[in-house]
């Protein structure tokens, strides 16, 4: 510690040079915080939201096939689970394509096993009892400015009404927010009743897009699923039932190999930034030789010399790199803001800033390895005499 | 003191205005105008006694840079990092766009039930469809039968090969006018399916990305066994699906006798009009038609632009990088030359030549780099294959495509890039003062 003022000025021997460096460290690592956010957002996308507790059923097929509303006594007769309820996909537009946001149909149960979901007991009530009834998620009312008693139109792309019209319209009687602040992006939904879906719609009457069942005990959740399977094999509408987790995991995978192509971009940014700042490096003790033999003259050891360029070029990344990604915290929180979940992000958190960090210090030791070991193995003599 | 400040803060600005002004020419420009001006600078070496001394200087600065490996390899290595990337993205827009794009014509529309967006979402009950197919501006084949196919779009999940997970696959259920309909459609291996049986063909995309779809092996589909009798090649989007019978892919998955969309053959590009009015003011029809060029091209055109906004800004930050890496190289090559310079100014050698070569280095360090990347993902990912999540919630097997258009918008950068990181130094070499650039050790 006591060497700092020492290795901030030797890092600013050359202010112009110093400066160049430290910006293209920052932009590697704005895009360090940018990726990595997108990444873990995809990731979490698997891993949040979902309880372990939770199973989803769905056509064995394809989750895209409806599975008939008869299951649902079925499961809830089998041992060990303690709730079941059941949605379905509406896929409807609000105005124009481009405002897409979720919607479904759900059982008047639903809340009951979401409680990540916050709905206060007098909106319950209100959407139980209003037929053509809908709440929404709060981050979606503010974007829309929905009040309660609006009505909402949506158009159909799925699931006409008996007579073909495309036009469903409900009424907003709750509004709901997630109580875990990390879900806030998963609020983006519209749930209305189930009851008056199947009742309206042209045809796929009596059938369900998925089952939620809740099991009594997580180590039951494998044996359960096994048994709600079981139910229809050998059916003509068999059934795949995985923990939600899994399902969710399933279904980013399909997307691609997020975690592959970030990885690669970042790989070409890092190789190339090691080999940007390692050649800084280089000059910078290059240059110094003579300053570096006058150290060791008087009195510095091998050792603290080597000590203090490798301080030298970690503080170096490091400083470029902190500024780098507090900058890709503020864009990410700015992305977010204006156009909300259209880009997966999380925020820039503590496990982004020990992954970034981590990063730091081992580039900066690999960059300051080879000039700082020219710097540890000087001649006094040779070194002072400019050979 | 103060005035020499504002000097220097002056020629700053005049400075990013000739950077600002110089990038503008470089990106706007075709490539017949920056051949044109290489040309000119040609001649003008050849030609002129400045060029003769810019060219003079500039060799001598090219000849030390194997003194200066290190440094030099920073621009080109970084600019090739910018452009690698930059070109690795837009060649999977550009082949996610194609591989869609492709499968439309404007002689061919598709009609889907009113308000569904894609396949998927459609159903098209028997005599809808009849009514469709029998509209006067679709063409007849020679038996006077009018060329549509009732399509069904089904998903069904099969183990990918590269990840062993279930993704969803496309099946699409066609009618048997489907082939005079696709004319493209070749079949590659096996042969087609029987009509009326529980068979399917397997597309060129699908067989590669999905594994289970070797010729003769079986598919269970709703506890029916379905058999792999032949692959396809359609050129486009369809590469990625199963084909079987419609008739009996709807008995199968118990669709009765609906579908999901009729693709027609119309008699003509100009008939889609007619043919679209035709079906709006029939009463008994509530359904949309397009063509199918502007069916597909709304199908690609939210991820390709994705991708597209993804690649730019990723590469912009990398350049942001690039530049200040090259800014540091310039600059040091710069200073070891400054006695050099200055001898050269004292002997009577003007500025322009030193601002030249220093440019003139930068921009061939620059292309270098270009180069290199190109060339690194042209031979990594061209014709790359991956599939991802498509419209029917279904994977679209695609390519990347590393066309000259993407590759020389990646050089077009690397020389961006060499520009400004050249300029500066450049310039900073010119306004060396020659007394006290001589007296350096």
Same mark, same amino acid.
């Given at each position: ?43 979490? %996308? ?63 149960? *639903? ?62 009687? +709750? ?30 009457? +009596? ?19 096994? %048994? ?18 899994? *399902? ?43 300053? !570096? ?95 | ?14 400075? !990013? ?60 290595v970084g600019i090739a990092g910018v452009v690698a990337v930059l070109v690795a993205l837009l060649a999977m827009a550009a082949g996610f766009e194609a591989a869609l794009q492709q499968g439309g014509t404007d002689d061919t529309a598709i009609v889907l039930r009113a308000g569904s967006q894609t396949e998927i979402n459609s159903v098209l009950d028997h005599d809808s469809a009849n009514l469709v197919a029998q509209a006067p501006q679709v063409l007849r084949d020679a038996h006077g039968q009018p060329i549509a196919s009732p399509e069904l779009v089904l998903v069904a999940s099969l183990p990918k090969k590269s990840s062993g997970l279930d993704a969803n696959v496309e099946i699409r259920g066609i009618g048997e006018r489907a082939w005079s309909l696709r004319p493209n459609v070749r079949i590659i291996a096996g042969r087609k399916f029987g009509l009326g049986l529980r ?32 692959? *396809? ?77 993804? +690649? ?20 040091? %090559? ?108």
């Open positions: 510690m006591k060497y700092l003022r020492l290795i901030w000025s030797a890092m600013f021997r050359r202010k112009t040079r110093t400066i160049f460096t430290l910006l293209s460290v920052l932009a590697a690592f704005l895009l360090f915080g940018l990726l990595d956010s997108v990444r873990s957002a995809f990731a979490n %996308a698997a891993s949040s939201i979902a309880g372990v507790d939770r199973l989803v059923t769905v056509s064995k097929i394809s989750f895209t096939l409806s599975l008939p509303k008869s299951l649902l006594s079925g499961i809830e007769a089998l041992p060990g689970v303690a709730k079941v309820t059941y949605a379905n996909w509406f896929g409807g537009i609000y105005q124009d394509p481009k405002n897409f946001f979720a919607n479904e149909a759900v059982a008047d149960n *639903f809340f009951d096993l979401y409680p990540e979901w916050q709905l206060s007991p007098a909106e319950r009530t209100a959407f139980r009892n209003t037929r053509t009834g809908a709440v929404v998620g709060e981050g979606l009312a503010k974007k829309f400015n929905w009040k309660l008693g609006d009505k909402i139109p949506l158009q159909a792309t799925i699931f006409p009404q008996k007579g073909g019209a495309n036009a469903w319209t409900f009424d907003l009687v +709750g509004i709901f927010r997630a109580t875990n602040p990390k879900l806030k992006a998963e609020e983006s939904v519209l749930f209305f009743n189930w009851d008056y879906f199947d009742e309206a719609r042209a045809f796929g009457n +009596g059938t369900v897009g998925w089952y939620i069942t809740q099991v009594s005990d997580r180590k039951l959740a494998q044996q359960v699923a096994s %048994a709600v399977d079981a139910l229809s094999t050998n059916s003509d509408h068999e059934t795949k039932t995985q923990t939600e987790q899994a *399902f969710n995991a399933a279904f980013v995978s399909q997307y691609g190999d997020i975690g592959l192509i970030v990885g690669s971009i970042m790989g070409a940014v890092f190789f190339t930034l090691i080999l940007l700042t390692g050649n800084t490096m280089a000059q910078a003790v290059r240059e110094r030789i003579p300053e !570096l033999a006058v150290l060791k003259t008087i009195g510095f050891s091998n050792q603290s010399v080597l000590g203090l360029l490798l301080a030298e070029s970690v503080l170096l990344v490091l400083l470029g790199g902190a500024i780098g990604l507090v900058l890709s915290g503020l864009v990410v929180d700015a992305v977010r803001a204006a156009v909300g979940t259209a880009v997966p992000m999380t925020r820039v958190g503590a496990s982004i800033w020990l992954r970034g960090l981590g990063l730091m210090v081992l580039i900066g030791l690999i960059v300051g390895a080879l000039p700082a070991r020219r710097g540890m193995r000087l001649r006094i003599v040779d070194a002072l005499a400019g050979r | 003191m103060r005035e020499s400040r504002l000097r220097r803060f002056g020629s700053l600005i005049a400075s !990013l205005i000739i950077a600002a002004v110089a990038l503008a020419l470089l990106v706007l420009s075709p490539w017949w105008l920056l051949l044109a001006v290489l040309l000119l600078a040609v001649l003008w070496t050849l030609a002129t006694r400045i060029g003769h001394q810019a060219w003079s200087v500039t060799e001598v600065g090219l000849a030390t840079i194997p003194q200066r490996l290190g440094a030099s390899s920073v621009v080109v068979e399917m063909i397997v597309g060129k995309g699908a067989r590669e990305q999905f594994a289970g779809l070797e010729l003769g092996s079986t598919l269970n589909l709703n506890g029916q066994t379905w058999t792999v009798v032949g692959a *396809f090649d359609s050129g486009d989007a369809h590469n990625s699906e199963l084909w079987a019978d419609t008739d009996v892919m709807a008995a199968t998955y118990r669709r009765g006798s609906s579908t999901a969309a009729v693709t027609v053959r119309l008699t003509g590009a100009d008939a889609f009009d007619a043919f679209k009015a035709a079906l709006a003011s029939d009463p008994r029809l509530t359904v949309d038609a397009k063509t199918t060029r502007s069916y597909y091209t709304d199908q690609s055109a939210a991820l390709s632009k994705l991708i597209r906004i993804l +690649g730019i800004t990723i590469a912009s930050i990398m350049a942001i990088g690039a530049v200040f890496g090259a800014l540091n190289t310039m600059y040091a %090559a710069v200073a070891t030359r400054s006695r050099e310079i200055a001898t050269l100014r004292a002997i009577g050698f003007r500025a322009l030549p030193v601002i030249f070569s220093v440019l003139l280095e930068t921009m061939l360090l620059a292309l270098a780099g270009g180069l290199l990347g190109a060339a690194l993902t042209w031979v990594i990912f061209n014709h790359y294959t991956v599939s991802t999540l498509g419209q029917n919630f279904t994977q679209v097997v695609f390519a990347f495509q590393v066309s000259p258009p993407v590759l020389w918008t990646g050089l077009k950068w690397a020389l961006a890039i060499g520009l400004i990181g050249g300029l500066f130094p450049a310039l900073r070499a010119a306004r060396l003062p020659v007394t006290a650039g001589l007296r350096e050790l």
